[in-house]
């Protein structure tokens, strides 16, 4: 059965302090892994698809990368308005994309 | 171009009634999945709907349901309510269906059972 499971569950971070979020998955048939970020009241909105092992990605602060058992969502520099949950998704060869339970993300001025 | 539309934002509803949850895709999209996400939870998948039929459901009893129109658009039963039944519902639609579609999420529904 295809599973993701993210860490940490929470995460406060001071403005300016860098850090990672992980996501570990079990899929069968890998076709895409996905970032989003979800702001409070709001549905989810898409960030990235990771579709290999060993593919990177950037956007502004954050950069998503992608092995065969994990993905790591890095945040460079951040700032308050980054403050969110992120939510790490798979997309295997059943079609259906499923979910980890997020990162929420805090960032203090 | 309109997004993903969800009605209505917030209900109420009491203990064994019935709710009906609506959904319009984006703009080219044929493909609609249903999420329920529980506070502090990520979303989990109900069904997804294509060419009118349902194509993969998750791990949800049956009575929760739903229906996908000619025009794409989708509903959402849910029947003989419970309180943890109580929860965000979002809709996600996509161009047909695949792993590697990427999802464009509405707003959700608000279910609050009492």
């Known amino acids: 059965e295809d599973q993701v499971t993210q860490s940490p569950e929470a995460l406060r971070l001071q403005e300016g302090e860098s850090s990672s979020l992980n996501c570990s998955y079990t899929?069968?048939?890998?076709?895409?892994l996905f970032w989003y970020r979800q702001d409070p009241g709001k549905g989810p909105e898409f960030l990235f698809t990771?579709?290999?092992a060993g593919e990177e990605k950037e956007k502004e602060r954050l950069k998503a990368t992608l092995t065969k058992k994990e993905s790591f969502l890095h945040i460079t520099a951040p700032k308050p308005e980054d403050s969110a949950t992120y939510l790490c998704?798979?997309?295997?060869?059943?079609?259906?994309?499923?979910f980890g339970s997020g990162t929420r993300l805090s960032i203090r001025p | 171009d309109a997004g993903v539309t969800q009605s209505p934002t917030h209900l109420i509803k009491t203990r064994g009634q019935q709710v009906t949850l609506r959904c319009s895709p984006k703009?080219?999209?044929?493909?609609v999945s249903w999420y329920q996400q529980a506070l502090g939870q990520g979303p989990q998948f109900i069904f997804q709907?294509?060419?009118?039929?349902?194509?993969q459901r998750g791990n949800f009893p049956d009575r929760f349901s739903g229906h996908q129109f000619p025009n794409y658009s989708s509903e959402l039963n849910v029947n003989a309510l419970l309180l943890g039944d109580s929860a965000l519902y979002l809709c996600?639609?996509?161009?047909?269906?695949?792993?590697?579609?990427?999802?464009?999420f509405g707003a959700g529904s608000r279910l609050t059972v009492l």
């Open positions: 996600a639609s996509s161009v047909g269906v695949s792993g590697a579609n990427v999802l464009t």
């Open positions: 899929v069968s048939g890998l076709r895409g």
């Open positions: 990771l579709y290999s």
């Open positions: 998704a798979v997309g295997g060869s059943a079609s259906k994309i499923i």
């Open positions: 703009s080219g999209h044929d493909t």
């Open positions: 709907y294509y060419e009118e039929e349902e194509r």
